[in-house]
Structure formats: C-alpha cells, structure tokens
C-alpha cells in the first residue's frame, strides 16, 4: 500500500515537474522574438505584411492596424467605390472648389510635384481618358472619345488651394485618379505605424510596392522583380535595407488585341498605353515617392526616364526595354 502511494506521489510529482517544465518552455518560446506574417486582399491587390515582434498579442494588435489602415485609404482613394471621397471630388470637382481631407490633400500635391518634376508625363489627370478603358472586359476608348477627353489630361488645371485645403477642376471633363500613388503611400504609411510601435524589422508590399524596415536577421532583404514576360520568374534580385521599391509593368493590367498590348500605364500626351519598356522598378527611401516614379519612368521611356533618376539624389531605377535587357540608373552602377 505505501509502495503503491508512494508511487502515485512520484507520479503526481513527476507530473507537475512536467507541467512547470512545460509553462517554462512555452513562456520561453513567448518571449523569444518570432516572425509574424499576414496576407490579404486590398486596393485591388495583394498586401504582403512580415515583421518581428516577441509579443503574440502586439502581432495580432499591429496586424489588425495595418490591414484597417489599408482599408482606409482604399475607402477615401478608391475609383471603384461610389461612396470614396475621390469619387466626391470627381463628380464635384469640375463645378465647385472641394475641400479635402488633410491626407487626400497632401497626396494631391505629392502628385502635383511629381506630374511638374516630370513636365507632365505623371498626370492623375490622365484619367480624363483612362477611365474609357476596362482591362478585364478588353474595353478601349475609340479615337473619337480619346480626342475629345485629351485636352482635360493636363496637371496644370488641377487647382489646389493650400489654404483652405480645396480643389477645383479646370472644367467637368477632368477626372483625377491615384492608382500610381497611393499604394506606395498605402505601404509607407504601413511601414512607419509598425515603426512607431517599436516594430525594428518589417516588410510591407501592396501589389508592386514595397517598404522595408531594417534588416532580416542580420541580412538584407531579398526583394525580386518580376520577369516582365515570364510569371514564375525573376528578372533581378535586389537586397535592399529601409528602403522601398516599387515595379510598374506592363503586364500587371492589360489585354491583348490584334497582337497590341493595352496596359495601364498612359502617355498623357497620346490617351493611350505608353509603348517603350517593359517595367520599371525604382528604389529609395520614401515609397510614395518610388511608387509615383516608377510610374513616371514607365512613361518617359529609358533614356529619358533613367535621365530623370539619375538627377534625383538617393533614388535609383532598374529598367527592362522591349528586348527584355535591363539597364540600371548611374547609381546602381559599378563604376
Ligand atoms: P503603377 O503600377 O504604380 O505604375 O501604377 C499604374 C497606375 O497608375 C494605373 O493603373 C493608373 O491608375 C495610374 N496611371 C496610369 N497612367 C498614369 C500617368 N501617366 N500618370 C499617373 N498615373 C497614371
Ligand atoms: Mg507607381
């Protein structure tokens, strides 16, 4: 009998040992610092959310946060959404000052900068013409509709008043639309509330744009760019630290007809896909500022477009032309 309690007493101790041994372990593995991912649809696209965090619930927390903060401004950006305070500014524009919110504002003057860095060839008044074409129906304005919209494409009727905060349209053809922008705003915006949560380590991706925050485990990231042509493959690798770097390509929304390739991408002097390069990929710190470039590169071409980077100080590109041979811009060069 005394064996046998004895035995029971071993086994509750031996038991308990366990448990302890096993609250230890886990609150150990709590404590250690560990990966987070997360993965969801907005703005059209896919986001992409990695960083490293010991906190589980801090991981949920942030991981609610980024994907609610997407969400916001695809509320206020969106052109697919009635209810967005883009598609008020469209529809009211043209007839009336409108005052804006302060976020929606500044990006307005953000793209203002850029479409006059650019003498034009970023224009969200491209949408004036743009919004005639439907990538996934194979839609495309006739040339009667592209002649009649062109002269609404032009950044300079774009009225902003610092001031009050409002905007006015030169007349009601204009339609503006922030499809090259706000991502890369989106994930910047990201990227800088896991950093204000003492996040140290962490990659945000919204479609072609992506901020990175750090390092990873002591190395760079690895972020590649898409073969233009070839959907499992990567034309180049980048190893990129607080950085970001955003793609635009001509492959992303498009259709073919009689072998012409309609993309997204417009030439706001002509209405219609910009012809030239394949993709373009820049690099730098601000992603918003990546994001409208890579667009404004796409449109200016290689020689111009490479021309345009290399007076930007801290801002490189990697272009693949028509042949799918890549250049770099000066400063990603060896020598
Ligand atoms: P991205 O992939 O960043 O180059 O953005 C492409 C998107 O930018 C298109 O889907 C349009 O919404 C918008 N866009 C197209 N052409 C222009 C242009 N010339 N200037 C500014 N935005 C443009
Ligand atoms: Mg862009």
Redesign the pocket.
């Known amino acids: 009998m005394i064996k046998l309690i004895f035995s029971l007493v071993c086994l509750r101790v031996a038991r308990l040992l366990f448990m302890l041994f096993a609250i230890a372990l886990t609150s150990h593995i709590q404590a250690r610092e560990a990966w987070h991912k997360h993965e969801f649809t907005v703005m059209g696209t896919i986001a992409k959310l990695e960083f490293l965090t010991e906190s589980p619930t801090l991981a949920e927390a942030l991981i609610a946060a980024v994907v609610a903060e997407m969400q916001g401004i695809d509320e206020s950006m969106s052109?697919y959404k009635k209810q967005s305070e883009l598609s008020y500014i469209n529809q009211n524009a043209g007839k009336k000052a409108v005052t804006v919110s302060p976020e929606l504002f500044s990006l307005l003057v953000k793209?203002k900068e850029i479409?006059e860095l650019s003498k034009g060839?970023?224009?969200?008044t491209?949408?004036s013409v743009?919004y005639y074409y439907d990538y996934k129906k194979g839609h495309k304005p006739s040339q009667q509709q592209i002649d009649k919209s062109l002269p609404a494409i032009d950044y300079r009727v774009l009225k902003l008043d610092l001031v009050n905060r409002q905007v006015k349209f030169g007349s009601n053809k204009v339609k503006i639309?922030?499809?090259?922008?706000a991502?890369?705003y989106a994930v910047k915006r990201c990227i800088t509330l896991l950093a204000e949560q003492g996040i140290k380590y962490a990659l945000v991706s919204a479609?072609?744009?992506t901020a990175i925050l750090g390092d990873k485990n002591g190395r760079p990231w690895y972020v590649g760019v898409k073969h233009p042509r070839a959907d499992d493959k990567q034309a180049v690798i980048l190893p990129l630290q607080d950085e970001a770097i955003?793609?635009?390509?001509d492959y992303?929304?498009y259709f073919l007809e009689n072998g012409q390739r309609y993309h997204?991408?417009?030439?706001?002097k002509t209405g219609k896909s910009?012809k030239g390069v394949l993709s373009?990929s820049v690099i730098g710190a601000d992603a918003t500022i990546t994001?409208?470039l890579?667009?404004?590169v796409?449109?200016l071409g290689l020689k111009q477009g490479l021309a345009l980077i290399d007076t930007i100080d801290g801002y490189d590109a990697v272009v693949i032309d028509q042949n799918q041979r890549l250049h770099f811009s000066k400063g990603l060069q060896l020598n």
């Not at 060839?121 to 969200?124: C, H, P, T, V």
């Not at 955003?246 to 390509?249: C, D, H, N, Q």
């Open positions: 052109p793209a479409s060839a970023f224009d969200i491209y949408a743009g639309d922030l499809g090259g922008i991502k890369g479609g072609g744009d955003s793609t635009s390509g992303e929304r997204h991408i417009i030439n706001p910009t373009v994001d409208a890579s667009t404004t796409f449109v």
